[in-house]
């Protein structure tokens, strides 16, 4: 079957390389009519953790030429792209089901302003790089958790992703699945761009876990999530100690000059802070801090 | 005249240095017999920003063997170290008079409880690193204020430091002279340290100074300097500007993982307003983010 993949960053590639490897058809859509033009030529190669490379051809286009012709469409731009997509609210598009990829919760309005009967949204725990226009080097491997937005197509997407060397599951609850990611990076992802320390070193270093506990806390009680507090904090710990060794995506993206996903992560918890008066100066002080070290003068 | 010098570190050898060029001769307490050895050998090789160099004889003994014979002393050792100098408080260097020049204001309490007649304190606007045991490098100049602490010193000390090219001015009121370099310290220090930034982009980054005004706010309040509000605030952005490209000590000491001096600056204020039960979350936040720092595991 073709499954459409909108967005050839690093995620994007990944899984349409695990697509095509386990007997789909991936169509990626691409910003530019360039890195499309690379892909039909050269299709992606994909390198693992031991650099084994292996290569598969692939179909690609122009995002500009995207015309709804897959069933199921994948849509892994970044947050902050996700408003280029504003075409995918034309009608003719509304039986095309679409699982969203993005990290955070700044999307779901745009979800919500979308014709479609069937949305899913998913969390992507792997590790990749993009190197290059088809190049994709897979650093972590993790699983993919798929959740019906709007319909219920989750199990469908799971049908279509899922394979014993790229696990995807379905889950029931999008709120409490978007959350609790948002949860883990707002805590682990700023402070370790801060100080420039891999993941584990969070909960060795007495003052980064102090600080790691009050970001928690402030943002359990914006996510209303405190009810769950003991058992989050847990899943937190331990996704500091299971990804020792990983520098975070922000932590990347701060020492190799690129901006960082703040204003999605840690913006989005003081944005919606703010609309319900609760006063978040843990988090305030790392947004303004990462701002600072995104700043170029 | 003997001039004693508790103190080899890099502001000990500039001052015995400029002391000797000047006509006085120096005699530096070193902590190390090995390093008195090495000074006394060697001498000082002073250089400055242009790589010139020079060379002083100089007398040099083992701190363990200080009895007090040189009628001023100047006390350079960390503010860390003060408390091994509890020698000091023998009634037998009562007639000393000593200068005091720490970071900081933790020493001032060692200082209340010292017997003798005449104490100064000073602040140096010197930038100096140590090069081994004898060789200093002159990183800025700049110049020694210094003020009476107990006694009228002050202007005794000036007469024997100042000179054309070691300009050391006598300042009427010590507190205000140690608070004003604790707030530029208090603002600079830590944030520049975080950020990993010279100076000068604290003002040009939006996000670093409006994190550096908070901080300046809460010192300011700790400290009950608000009625010089403004012409505190003016003289830290010229003093950003005017060390526009320098690289604060405590960024140096978070990059070489040395020890940083923040619990002598921030630490201090943060004990002090919690003395007088005034929230300082901003200062709080740059303690523990530098106690993170500074953390080895």
Known sequence: MEVGVIGGGAIGLLISYFLKLNGQEPVIYTRTT????????????????????????????????????????????????????????????????????????????????????????????????????????????????????????SSEWVEILHALNFPVTAERDWKEMLYIKLIMNACINPLTAVLRIPNGQLIENEYALSIMKELFEETILVLEMNNNREELWKELLVLCRNTSFNRSSMLKSVESGQQTEIDSITGEIIERAKNRNILVPCSMHMFKTVKALDWRG
């Open 34 to 153: 360039a890195q499309a033009k690379f892909l039909n030529q050269n299709g992606i190669t994909y390198r693992n953790q031991s650099s084994n490379e292996n290569k598969v051809n692939v179909q690609a286009r122009c995002v500009q030429e995207y015309s709804g012709e897959e069933a199921y469409c994948i849509v892994s731009v970044k947050q902050t792209s996700i408003s280029e997509l504003f075409f995918l609210k034309d009608e003719k598009f509304e039986d095309v089901s679409y699982l969203f990829l993005q990290n955070g919760i700044s999307h779901l309005k745009f979800l919500e302003s979308l014709p479609q009967k069937n949305l899913s949204v998913g969390v992507v725990e792997h590790g990749a790089l993009k190197d290059g226009y088809s190049s994709v080097n897979h650093l972590g491997e993790g699983r993919i958790k798929v959740s019906s937005f709007k319909g219920d197509s």
